[in-house]
Structures are given as structure tokens and as C-alpha cells.
């Protein structure tokens, strides 16, 4: 098993450019979300789904657009990227059920916005 | 809504000595998961501990340890005798019980061990 991919593991982008970081897991994970993580202020979630078809904001939605096609993969579109989007960015994954399953993280992507 | 709190932000210790890694979380549920998770100079995170509210039993995993304390809101890791490989910043993390999608982190504690 592969478990969480991302692509690629480090971007430059300019102002204004838009670009989309891949997610993907085969472990038939319906949970799938992603983080930032921002030096002094943790990992913060931007997005995350319940299975294909159904997503929803976290607590930095702005300026991210999510979809869930199929239950493995789960991209993030930034749609006119700017300075305050340069972050490392996770993409997790976990079994839903009654109860919370431990998160497993992909290797994270390291975004520069200039 | 949830929040957690590591206030400790950096600690460095000598090799071998005893260090305590200290959480206190505040939310309005009354079941609810903790986590730790370790995140080696490397990057990646580590999956270390998951605690649900209703289980106050202590738990030790070799050199590790976690004492959760429902009075004191406080769920803190405890490494015994560290190595140079504990080095590391290490994340508390809290969520609600029905669903993931409320994981919310503490800032992290960056330890480091001096040989």
C-alpha cells in the first residue's frame, strides 16, 4: 500500500497563478481532508470530505476550492494564489465510524506564493 | 469551540533526562478524542496516541508516556530517559466524536535533545 500521495512535494508559483495539489489514498478511506501548516500556528484545516460527492469548509476555506470524484482522491485548487497561501500542505485520510480513527498524512507539499 | 493549547513552544533537554510535553484542550463535548502526533525534522507526521474522553487510564508505550486528567483538561506526553531521535515538534490534537473533520491542533512543541 502506498496510503496518502501527494503531488508534487514542492511548487513556486507567482501571484495570480492558479494550481491544483494532488491527494490520493488506496486504503478505501471515505474521510479525507487537508491541512496547512504555518510556522508558530499548527496544522489548520482548509477543507475536507465524507465520501465522494460531499465536501465542506474547515477553518481556512478562503481561496481553496475542493471536489471529491472518487473515494481515492481528493484535489485542492488554489485559484489565484497569493503570498499568504505559501504553507506546507497535508492531505490526510481516515476511516469514518462512530468513533475518530487516527488521520494518516501524506508527505506534505511545500507551496511558495512570490 | 475546540481549541487546544501547548504552551510550551521550544524545550531542549540533555540526552537520557525525563521530559514532559504538556496539552490542555477546551471543548463543549462530552465525548471527544485526543491525539498526539510527531513530526520528525523530515517532515512527515507520525501518528502517535489516540485517547478517547471516556478512557482516564494512563498509558505507557515504552519510553512513552500520556496521563490524561478530564478535571485538569489536560492530556500530557511524557518521554522517558530521551534520545536524539525524540527530536522533534510534537502536535496535540483534539476532535469531536462523530466525524473527523474538527481536528483541530495545538501549536506544537518543538523539543529538542542535546547529546
Known amino acids: 500500500n502506498a496510503g496518502v500521495t501527494q503531488t508534487p512535494k514542492f511548487q513556486v508559483l507567482k501571484t495570480g497563478q492558479s494550481m491544483t495539489l494532488q491527494c490520493a489514498q488506496d486504503m478505501n478511506h471515505e474521510y479525507m481532508s487537508w491541512y496547512r501548516q504555518d510556522p508558530g500556528m499548527g496544522l489548520r484545516l482548509i477543507h475536507y470530505?465524507?465520501?465522494?460527492?460531499?465536501?465542506d469548509q474547515g477553518e481556512v476555506p478562503n481561496g481553496y476550492n475542493v471536489s471529491r470524484s472518487t473515494t481515492e482522491d481528493f484535489p485542492l485548487r488554489l485559484l489565484s494564489a497569493a503570498p499568504s497561501q505559501t504553507s506546507v500542505y497535508f492531505c490526510a485520510s481516515s476511516p469514518v465510524s462512530g468513533g475518530s480513527y487516527e488521520q494518516y498524512f501524506g508527505p506534505g507539499t511545500r507551496l511558495t506564493v512570490t | 469551540a475546540q481549541k487546544v493549547t501547548q504552551a510550551q513552544t521550544e524545550i531542549s533537554v540533555v540526552e537520557k533526562e525525563d521530559v514532559t510535553l504538556d496539552c490542555v484542550y477546551e471543548t463543549r463535548d462530552t465525548t471527544y478524542y485526543l491525539f498526539w502526533y510527531k513530526q520528525p525534522p523530515s517532515g512527515e507526521l507520525v501518528f502517535l496516541i489516540r485517547r478517547n474522553s471516556f478512557d482516564e487510564q494512563n498509558e505507557i508505550s515504552g519510553r512513552y508516556s500520556w496521563n490524561f486528567q478530564k478535571s485538569t483538561s489536560s492530556f500530557n506526553f511524557t518521554i522517558t530517559a530521551s534520545q536524539v531521535v525524540d527530536s522533534a515538534v510534537y502536535f496535540c490534537?483534539?476532535?469531536?466524536?462523530?466525524?473527523?473533520?474538527?481536528?483541530?491542533f495545538g501549536t506544537g512543541t518543538r523539543l529538542t535533545i542535546i547529546p
Open positions: 470530505s465524507v465520501g465522494a460527492g460531499i465536501t
Open positions: 490534537a483534539l476532535s469531536e466524536a462523530f466525524g473527523n473533520e474538527k481536528l483541530t
